[in-house]
């Protein structure tokens, strides 16, 4: 999940010069500068670091008073009120520079481990599944759906109806529609068993794909909540949705809605330190 971190802005005359300096463009000269490198693929401007790293970031300018920091997958991203100047964007990034790395180099180990977990789509693979195992099992004679039997502690074997030489495609694409399905209908379980609690109603659960984020509520009762949860153990899945269900009493992240969240989640706050930390394994 992103990191975020705002400053306030100050302003500047309006005579200061820009220092910041745009990326080059695509196809062009790639970073070679010495020490650590981290780009975002839509970065629009870099900067080099007085320790050496040279940070390529994605600015977007935007009607606010604060400098808006967030480090995620793919790198910082960084809001910006209108007025700022760039050599003032610049300063506020020196400020905050031992953070704006440490959240990089977070976000890069993060990637650097799912990429390790890379999923090989064969008989006999294994994917992290609710805190335990899976192990595909591939025989045509299996159910048409598929079917998961317990076969110990943290351990399941999941049967699909596929030739054991199948493709990796094919096998990703059986593995895919049985996960999505087990996902709604664990997702809409929970749901249902926290929503009574938090005293709200929610109206519609879609399935979502992000790399960066876990869930969302809207106002309207409708939540999206990430199939890739199914990877975590199970506490932290219902800390996400007692925390997307909370947003339907509270939809900012005041103490108000921390209090909410506590109401049913009461050690939330190790629960999403673990959420952090986490790492989906690739389904590439």
Same mark, same amino acid.
Not at 67 to 89: C, D, K, N, T, Y
Not at 151 to 167: R, S
Not at 230 to 244: K, N
């Given at each position: 999940?992103?990191?975020?971190?705002?400053?306030?802005?100050?302003?500047?005359?309006?005579?200061?010069?820009?220092?910041?300096?745009?990326?080059?463009?695509?196809?062009?000269?790639?970073?070679?500068?010495?020490?650590?490198?981290?780009?975002?693929?839509?970065?629009?401007?870099?900067?080099?670091?007085?320790?050496?790293?040279?940070?390529?970031?994605?600015?977007?300018?935007?009607?606010?008073?604060?400098?808006?920091?967030?480090?995620?997958?793919?790198?910082?991203?960084?809001?910006?009120?209108?007025?700022?100047?760039?050599?003032?964007?610049?300063?506020?990034?020196?400020?905050?520079?031992?953070?704006?790395?440490?959240?990089?180099?977070?976000?890069?180990?993060?990637?650097?481990?799912?990429?390790?977990?890379?999923?090989?789509?064969?008989?006999?693979?294994?994917?992290?599944?609710?805190?335990?195992?899976?192990? =595909?099992? /591939?025989?045509? %004679?299996?159910? !048409?759906? +598929? &079917?998961?039997?317990?076969? $110990?502690?943290?351990?399941?074997?999941?049967?699909?109806?596929?030739?054991?030489?199948?493709?990796?495609?094919?096998?990703?694409?059986?593995?895919?529609?049985?996960?999505?399905?087990?996902?709604?209908?664990?997702?809409?379980?929970?749901?249902?068993?926290?929503?009574?609690?938090?005293?709200?109603?929610?109206?519609? =659960?879609? /399935?979502?794909? %992000?790399?960066? !984020?876990? +869930? &969302?509520?809207?106002?309207? $009762?409708?939540?999206?909540?990430?199939?890739?949860?199914?990877?975590?153990?199970?506490?932290?899945?219902?800390?996400?949705?007692?925390?997307?269900?909370?947003?339907?009493?509270?939809?900012?992240?005041?103490?108000?809605?921390?209090?909410?969240?506590?109401?049913?989640?009461?050690?939330?706050?190790?629960?999403?330190?673990?959420?952090?930390?986490? %790492?989906?394994?690739?389904?590439?």
């Amino acid at each position: 999940m992103p990191h975020r971190f705002s400053t306030p802005a100050r302003r500047a005359p309006a005579a200061l010069a820009s220092v910041a300096k745009p990326v080059p463009p695509a196809g062009g000269q790639a970073l070679l500068w010495g020490g650590q490198d981290f780009q975002h693929p839509a970065a629009t401007h870099q900067i080099l670091l007085r320790d050496g790293t040279r940070v390529a970031y994605r600015l977007e300018r935007a009607m606010r008073r604060s400098i808006g920091f967030q480090v995620g997958a793919e790198g910082l991203a960084i809001r910006a009120p209108r007025w700022i100047s760039l050599e003032q964007l610049d300063a506020a990034i020196h400020e905050k520079a031992r953070w704006i790395v440490q959240k990089l180099q977070e976000q890069r180990a993060r990637s650097d481990q799912a990429q390790a977990q890379r999923i090989a789509w064969a008989d006999g693979a294994v994917l992290p599944f609710l805190g335990g195992q899976i192990t =595909l099992h /591939l025989h045509p %004679a299996a159910p !048409r759906g +598929g &079917s998961l039997l317990a076969i $110990g502690e943290g351990a399941w074997a999941l049967h699909l109806p596929v030739a054991a030489d199948a493709g990796a495609a094919q096998v990703r694409a059986a593995v895919a529609a049985w996960w999505l399905r087990h996902a709604r209908s664990l997702f809409t379980e929970r749901l249902r068993h926290y929503a009574p609690q938090l005293g709200v109603q929610w109206r519609s =659960l879609r /399935l979502s794909n %992000a790399r960066t !984020r876990w +869930g &969302s509520a809207k106002s309207d $009762g409708s939540i999206m909540l990430n199939w890739r949860l199914l990877h975590c153990r199970m506490a932290v899945l219902d800390y996400v949705v007692v925390h997307e269900l909370s947003h339907l009493r509270v939809m900012d992240h005041s103490p108000r809605f921390w209090a909410t969240v506590a109401e049913a989640s009461p050690d939330y706050a190790a629960l999403r330190a673990e959420l952090r930390e986490h %790492a989906s394994p690739l389904w590439a």
